[in-house]
């Protein structure tokens, strides 16, 4: 796969939510040991399940704040 089919490449539901407008509500906390997984406070970082984005600890709850 080429990088630009890779960039271009969207699930159906991110058509509706570009990325920059998408307000990253859903958010899949990930690990990175699966030693890890449960734990809230390893998380390391989160995927957006709507954009696919991955934000990190600090901007997932700046996010939650606002
Ligand atoms: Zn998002």
Redesign the pocket.
Known sequence: MSLLAHLTRKRPQAAA?P?SE?????LAPRWDSVDDIGHTDRITHYN?T????TLSRAEADARAAS
């Open positions: 939510a990325l998408c307000p990253h509500w859903e957006c709507t954009c696919g984005n």
